[in-house]
């Protein structure tokens, strides 16, 4: 016997509408002091296909309908709900601190691809112009090695930089709308952008239109959106001794006068 | 059912396409059973000492950048960044990891790069 | 818009995918079940997106998917 787990929600009421999780097996709230976490029984699945891992998500966005949802990753499996209990107590103070940060907002996933090969080779041909005349009179393989490697530095420097200008520019449109945000440049040379923003519910329409009204200007760029999702990407837990999850402050909003 | 959730894009074959070069080879939760931990100890290993090489090209070119490195130290530099690769190359060859397997995503720590 | 061919569904599994496995309450510890004790299918890409194809031959329509996007 496994219990699987789908989310944390802000509520320790039982579930009133039916939902089916994993296996087809209905799922309910085991509450913990004034939250909750949602789980469904099941035996040990021997392949996990995708039919599972969509349904899964398909479980906490019902959830996000009518409650504020941390989203548990995919698989997280329990013994038996003693054990579940243990560790909420464990959780209790951050889930409680993710909950009231969290409510009423959700996920906004944008990529942006540029013509990144184009670019850089723009700025290798840029370079190579430069260095042209500049001969390097050389018996010395360390020093070819290390003006080599500086070429090329300088090449992904350049290239980096200009990633940074085109991004600086496209967050300020999407930013007014957003309360947090959390920015992967350059994952390749193409991906310039894969962003995810957390927006308040009000703000969804105002949010998706500043990305059309972006997406509309002429340009060689190719977008995309998704969402809204539950806030995968904004859950801070400290227990865990997460150094590199900083407590996501208001410091975006000072800088970019969102509100 | 309706679902509020949308994905939309003018090009899902070129998101598709870039998605796929940074996935990397390992998948994202490895299935630690006695045979393949072996080989994903050799690729973590590998990673990080990859990892710390790149650290020392990137704070070399930094201070070849700032221009506070004189011609010999650029030489003795570059001899020393020379021996590591090679260096690096040998081990592959002898992990029989290849360079895309060496990809692992870094997270917090990429930014260090 | 709406995009109902294979590549776009492929899109949105890979954002859920994205979010769904290492994000979001990721718990750690002695009370979580290893995953040692699971079988996971090797859920690269690659994998995944010829899944997608495989399942609409083998069931002879568009993959029918919990999440179909709303017309």
Redesign the interface.
């Known amino acids: 016997m496994?219990i699987y787990t789908y989310?944390?929600i802000d509520s320790n009421n039982e579930i009133t509408a039916p939902i089916n999780g994993l296996e087809g097996i209905g799922v309910y709230n085991i509450p913990y002091r004034d939250i909750g976490i949602v789980v469904s029984e099941g035996e040990?699945?021997?392949?996990?296909?995708?039919e599972h891992?969509?349904?899964?998500?398909?479980v906490v966005e019902k959830l996000m309908e009518s409650f504020t949802v941390?989203?548990?990753?995919?698989?997280?499996?329990?013994?038996k709900e003693d054990?579940?209990l243990?560790?909420m107590q464990?959780?209790y103070s951050d889930?409680r601190e993710n909950l009231d940060r969290l409510r009423n907002k959700v996920e906004f996933?944008i990529k942006i691809i540029w013509p990144g090969e184009t670019i850089k080779n723009r700025i290798i041909e840029a370079s190579k112009k430069f260095n042209a005349d500049v001969t390097i009179p050389d018996n010395s393989p360390g020093k070819s090695f290390a003006k080599e490697k500086f070429e090329k530095y300088k090449i992904d420097k350049e290239f980096a930089e200009e990633a940074d200008r085109c991004i600086a520019l496209l967050d300020d449109f999407f930013s007014r709308f957003i309360t947090e945000k959390k920015l992967e440049k350059l994952k390749s040379d193409n991906l310039l952008l894969n962003a995810y923003y957390l927006v308040e519910k009000e703000k969804q329409v105002d949010f998706k239109e500043a990305f059309e009204r972006t997406r509309s200007t002429p340009g060689d760029l190719k977008f995309?959106l998704?969402g809204p999702?539950?806030p995968?990407?904004f859950?801070v837990?400290t227990k865990?001794g997460d150094m590199f999850n900083r407590k996501p402050i208001n410091q975006n909003l000072a800088e970019k006068n969102t509100l | 059912m309706?679902?509020?959730?949308?994905?939309?894009?003018d090009s899902?074959?070129a998101?598709?396409e870039e998605?796929?070069k940074i996935?990397g080879?390992l998948?994202?939760?490895i299935?630690?059973?006695s045979k393949n931990v072996e080989k994903g100890l050799s690729k973590l290993v590998l990673t990080l000492i990859e990892l710390i090489r790149k650290l020392l090209e990137k704070q070399a070119m930094r201070r070849i950048d700032a221009g506070s490195l004189s011609e010999e130290e650029i030489e003795r530099v570059g001899e020393t960044l020379m021996k590591l690769e090679n260096k690096m190359q040998e081990l592959k060859g002898v992990f029989g990891v290849s360079d895309e397997e060496l990809n692992l995503n870094l997270g917090p720590l990429g930014d260090l790069m | 818009?709406e995009?109902v061919?294979t590549?776009?569904k492929?899109?949105?599994?890979?954002?859920?995918?994205?979010?769904?496995?290492?994000?979001?309450?990721?718990?750690?510890?002695d009370?979580?079940?290893s995953?040692?004790?699971?079988?996971?299918?090797?859920?690269?890409?690659?994998v995944?997106?010829s899944?997608?194809e495989t399942m609409e031959r083998l069931r002879g329509a568009p993959f029918a998917?919990?999440?179909?996007?709303?017309t």
């Open positions: 496994r989310a944390i040990q699945i021997q392949d996990i296909t995708q891992i969509l349904k899964h998500e398909e941390l989203p548990v990753s995919f698989l997280t499996l329990f013994k054990d579940v243990l560790m464990e959780y889930f996933g995309l998704s999702w539950p995968y990407n859950i837990l865990n | 309706t679902i509020n959730r949308i994905v939309e894009t899902p074959e998101f598709i998605i796929e996935q080879v998948p994202k939760r299935n630690a059973n | 818009m995009y061919t590549k776009s492929d899109v949105t599994l890979l954002e859920v995918l994205d979010r769904v496995l290492d994000k979001g309450v990721v718990i750690s510890g009370l979580v079940i995953l040692a004790e699971i079988d996971l299918i090797y859920v690269g890409l690659k995944l997106i899944s997608v998917s919990p999440m179909q996007e709303p």
